[in-house]
């Protein structure tokens, strides 16, 4: 699985404003932050997230919230609502890691 096979699902999912991230911390080698249009929208986005990468490979948080973090490996997705993802401000915390890794392969 690549990150740009991340993105392309998160982008025909509807999830806008994308923006992808390498070592934003310690602890997690790769990040991806996203914006979703409600939080049932962010419910529906695990639910084909699950069906789409597999069940066992994934830790979820926030399925029911504004915010949503999703964990496969050593790759960080952070998806938001607009308003909790203005609030948090995640992407400056991490934004002097920003960068294109778009086909860079994370893992067999």
């Known amino acids: 699985m690549t990150t740009k096979e991340i993105v392309d699902f ?3 999912n509807h999830v806008i404003d994308i923006v992808e991230y390498d070592k934003p911390a310690n602890w997690i080698n ?3 932050i996203g914006t979703a249009t409600t939080s049932r929208h962010i419910s529906m986005l695990i639910d084909e997230f699950k069906d789409t990468f597999g069940k ?3 830790g979820i948080d926030g399925e029911n919230s504004t915010w949503a973090i999703i ?3 050593n790759i960080m997705i952070h ?3 607009q308003e909790t993802r203005e ?3 995640l992407d400056d915390l991490w934004r002097k ?3 294109d890794f778009m086909n860079s392969k ?3």
């Open 79 to 81: 998806i938001f609502v």
């Open 106 to 108: 994370i893992f067999d």
């Open 30 to 32: 790769y990040g991806i």
């Open 56 to 58: 066992g490979k994934i």
């Open 97 to 99: 890691n920003k960068i």
């Open 10 to 12: 998160l982008e025909n």
């Open 71 to 73: 964990t496969v490996n």
């Open 87 to 89: 609030y948090y401000t």
